[in-house]
């Protein structure tokens, strides 16, 4: 592939904010890889968009590194990486690889598919890793001795919450630790698109889904404007480690989003229970 052409993976990209966004960025002058978890879903999404595909589970992370492989098999360097693909799940539930779902799906994945492919983004000499959070952030709160939550309550949809706000931290992690090799990265919260979002969880996708719903939440094609804006940005410095509300740098985010002994412990347990160190 020819090294003037912008690279962009995109996860969560079957349908939703990923899919509107897919089609906005696609293009003669961008390589474009999506990822999501049904080909059935994904599959009319690349034929439109003549990108590549690739599924997986981020409920199981022998399929992200298996993703990471095939991936980096394919592209050269990677200008943008998107990690969006997540959702709410129930707590109850636990991955294939016996982790909180929203602790594995949301954080956890993207944590590992973003170091596995991080000579892919020095390659290209100066890139960006765009980090899907939310404002469920402030809901959250981090313990490191119980990132599963094993023993916390999940009312009020706190392990979503706490997901999102890692989300955060681990954006700032990137900007503390990859700069030199001019990777920056930020998150983003999209707004309260109506998607299929909540699908994974009975009680958040009735909420979403409820008539009530329409008069609080946009549209798909507004909610991923904002994450269209930002990988059209690019490798951008001034927005590494910052986090968007929509549009606006310096979304309400929680405390802990700026604990640096949390953003430090919570890189190297994740990176201890991905296999990295």
């Not at 994904?42 to 997986?56: C, K, M, S, W, Y």
């Not at 980096?72 to 690889?97: C, H, P, Y």
């Amino acid at each position: 592939m020819g090294r003037d052409r912008r690279t962009i993976v995109l996860t969560g990209a079957s349908d939703g904010i990923g899919a509107v966004a897919a089609r906005a960025l696609a293009g003669p002058s961008t390589e474009l890889i999506l990822v999501g978890r049904s080909p059935h879903k994904l599959d009319p999404i690349v034929a439109e968009t003549g990108a590549t595909g690739f599924t997986a589970d981020f409920s199981r992370l022998s399929e992200v590194r298996d993703l990471a492989a095939r991936i980096a098999e394919r592209v050269e360097k990677i200008d943008v990486l998107m990690n969006n693909a997540g959702g709410t799940f129930a707590a109850s539930q636990r991955t294939a690889d016996g982790h909180e779902p929203c602790f594995q799906i949301n954080h956890l994945a993207p944590f590992l598919l973003t170091n596995l492919l991080r000579d892919r983004l020095a390659a290209a000499g100066s890139s960006l890793v765009l980090n899907t959070s939310s404002v469920g952030n402030l809901f959250g709160s981090v313990d490191l001795d119980d990132l599963d939550f094993e023993r916390r309550p999940t009312l009020g949809g706190r392990h979503y919450g706490t997901s999102k706000l890692e989300n955060i931290m681990f954006t700032r992690g990137i900007a503390q630790r990859w700069s030199d090799e001019r990777i920056y990265s930020a998150a983003v919260h999209p707004g309260p698109a109506a998607t299929s979002f909540g699908r994974d969880s009975r009680l958040v996708g009735l909420a979403y889904r409820s008539p009530l719903a329409r008069l609080v939440t946009i549209t798909a094609e507004q909610g991923a404007a904002p994450l269209i804006a930002l990988a059209e940005r690019g490798a951008d410095p001034s927005v590494n480690g910052v986090y968007f509300s929509r549009h606006k740098p310096g979304g309400r985010e929680n405390p802990q989003a700026r604990d640096q002994a949390l953003i430090d412990g919570l890189w190297q347990r994740s990176a201890r229970l991905t296999g990295l160190s």
